[in-house]
């Protein structure tokens, strides 16, 4: 049984991080994979700055740090900003990913040009920084927000009347207004939106987490992982500082 490891970048609940274990509803379970959903031990009350940005590279690090030693054979990043990724694959030799880059690059495989769907505009730089990494500026047709608060813990339960219709609103813009011809959904706490949105569109609508973790059963299969060479080891690694420090801020929560 192969073992895959998925970080969720907040603090939460056990009945909150159960809604985010709904993103594996669907997922061909045939493959002998088990998944375990870990929350950060501390981190960001939400990633709206450059500030959090840094804290949860930070957060999700020391969460993932010894997952090839608690015997995982691969580790998914539950967030689009793709936090934590390069600093775990340089510690890491089972394969890591994160559903940003990887939406991004899966939308090519299905299109020309893609938009992306999000809740708030304050998200817009981290979509910003994997674009700037990938130099695909050319290739996003739009980010489309649509102004409702988002909420990492309860996501968008109880708030489906409202914020289903703006996306499907959102969507239909970026693909008459802006010529996208491939959808992402901007964050996996909007995956509830899925279901409902992908029957209503006349083109591909991803799902990220999801995609990540079949792009972790696919790696897995192909005995691919990433490249040292590209992410190479610390030459004086810190764990235990990091473990320290993640102590004392989940003391302080």
Request: charged share 20%; net charge neutral; glycine share 6%.
């Amino acid at each position: 049984m192969k073992r895959i490891l998925v970080i969720v970048p907040f603090a939460m609940s056990a009945d909150n991080l159960a809604l985010r274990r709904e993103q594996l509803a669907g997922l061909d379970q045939s493959a002998g994979v088990e998944f375990e959903f870990r929350p950060v031990r501390a981190g960001p009350v939400n990633y709206s700055s450059h500030h959090d940005f840094v804290l949860a590279d930070v957060s999700i690090l020391e969460a993932g740090c010894q997952a090839e030693a608690e015997g995982f054979h691969a580790v998914c990043i539950d967030t689009m900003s793709d936090s934590g990724v390069a600093a775990l694959r340089s510690v890491l030799r089972i394969p890591v990913f994160g559903p940003g880059k990887l939406a991004m690059l899966m939308a090519l495989t299905l299109g020309d040009r893609f938009s992306i769907l999000t809740m708030a505009s304050r998200w817009k730089p981290l979509y910003k920084k994997a674009l700037d990494e990938l130099g695909m500026h050319h290739k996003c047709a739009s980010v489309r927000a649509i102004e409702v608060p988002p909420d990492n813990q309860g996501l968008l339960s109880g708030k489906e009347s409202e914020v289903f219709p703006l996306l499907e609103q959102a969507a239909l813009r970026a693909i008459r207004e802006d010529g996208a011809d491939v959808l992402i959904l901007g964050s996996t706490t909007m995956h509830q939106a899925h279901g409902w949105l992908q029957p209503r569109l006349p083109v591909p609508l991803i799902n990220p987490g999801p995609l990540s973790y079949q792009m972790a059963i696919a790696a897995l299969s192909l005995r691919l992982s990433h490249s040292l060479s590209a992410y190479p080891p610390p030459m004086h690694p810190r764990l235990d500082m990091l473990a320290t420090m993640l102590t004392a801020a989940s003391w302080k929560n």
